[in-house]
């Protein structure tokens, strides 16, 4: 917006443009009212539940002084000539968005916007713990899916990393319902990462929760903050503990990772682990399918449901498909080292779930096989 009116010839309306934006009257609302308003009437003309779907957008700058704008993050930027890694600290804005799809996949419009920068950049640790606080929803609804997590980056883009789940803006959301929507279902994408690493067999949802990452107790804070609602104001709310999922679209973890590698012509892998972990995988499509059945009307205050097939799938016989898929003669073996806190077994029972009744229609080798053909068509 800034260059386009930079690029402006009419000096006056550059003026013009600028004093706008310095008027203490003019506040980010203000602005991003008309967009949240046509939002809420292209919901009123839709039907069915709707999706709110969260990204992170940095916009980047280059300045002199730029601790005026403030920073976003550090990135990787190569090496000295000794050979010592060097960082360097880019200047920028922040901009957390939520948008309104239809479980088609059809965009509704923003509900939701929040933009930030950072004055300082020291402490790496403390600044991931940092909630960034996004407003509430801007329309009545009949059912919301709240991902309540920064990024799945965030449904379709690069998952650069885990980020802590943003309470605030939960407890934003259930605050809005408790006052404008108590009749609208809220459906809440957890994980099985709650139930920590202690389990053997198939888990149940009565199963004690003893999450052992920062992720796994961020979701089970944000469970119980859920559940305190429930209690205290009748809201209705349905926590899906989502346990491996997978699909096109991010860039990290084992299928992402497998790929890569293989993309660049190795033909002997080596894998952390003993192959022998077994976890519960899903695909995406199937899992856009159970939220959109969990968002219709359903009269217990609160539900908690496994997302998960109930079928143990081990990492070695993933890393099989991957690399019949992939197609040439490959070799994968595993290193043995077996990392503090990961599972031997992450596995859902899925008595509740089939109750509802809900069936996965998509089996393991046909979604991997899907996955390769993705990975291969995106890499051309």
């Not at 790496?124 to 801007?138: E, P, S």
């Not at 089970?220 to 809201?235: A, K």
Request: hydrophobic share 40%; glycine share 8%; aromatic share 8%.
């Amino acid at each position: 917006m800034l260059g386009d009116i930079e690029r402006n010839p009419h000096w006056a309306a550059t003026k013009a443009a600028y004093r706008f934006f310095d008027n203490p009257r003019v506040t980010e609302h203000g602005v991003m009212a008309g967009h949240f308003a046509a939002t809420a009437a292209r919901f009123k003309a839709s039907e069915g539940p709707v999706l709110i779907l969260q990204d992170t957008t940095e916009f980047i700058y280059s300045r002199e002084s730029p601790g005026k704008i403030g920073y976003t993050k550090t990135i990787n930027a190569g090496r000295y000539k000794a050979g010592q890694p060097t960082t360097r600290t880019l200047c920028g804005v922040l901009m957390h968005s939520s948008l309104v799809v239809t479980t088609s996949g059809t965009p509704l419009g923003l509900s939701a916007v929040k933009f930030w920068t950072r004055r300082k950049f020291k402490g790496t640790a403390a600044l991931r713990r940092l909630v960034n606080q996004t407003r509430a929803g801007a329309f009545p609804a009949r059912s919301f899916t709240w991902p309540a997590v920064h990024r799945w980056r965030d449904r379709s883009s690069s998952l650069t990393r885990t980020s802590p789940v943003p309470l605030g803006a939960t407890a934003s959301l259930l605050e809005w319902l408790r006052h404008s929507a108590r009749e609208c279902r809220l459906v809440v994408v957890s994980s099985a990462a709650v139930y920590g690493a202690h389990h053997a067999g198939a888990i149940s949802e009565q199963a004690n929760t003893q999450p052992m990452s920062p992720y796994g107790h961020h979701k089970l804070i944000m469970e119980q903050l859920c559940r305190s609602y429930t209690d205290s104001f009748g809201i209705r709310a349905t926590i899906l503990r989502l346990f491996s999922v997978y699909g096109p679209a991010p860039r990290k973890q084992l299928l992402w990772d497998l790929c890569v590698r293989l993309g660049r012509g190795q033909r002997e892998v080596v894998l952390g682990g003993t192959g022998k972990e077994a976890r519960d995988w899903i695909d995406v499509r199937d899992v856009v399918r159970l939220l959109a059945r969990l968002a219709r009307a359903d009269d217990a205050p609160l539900k908690v449901l496994n997302g998960g097939s109930g079928i143990p799938t081990s990492v070695a016989e993933i890393a099989d498909m991957v690399t019949k898929a992939w197609g040439g003669d490959i070799a994968v073996r595993f290193s043995g080292l077996v990392r503090a806190g990961d599972p031997l077994s992450l596995v859902a029972d899925v008595g509740q779930l089939a109750a509802i009744p809900f069936s996965w229609q998509i089996p393991v080798q046909d979604g991997i096989t899907h996955y390769v053909s993705w990975f291969k068509g995106q890499a051309r």
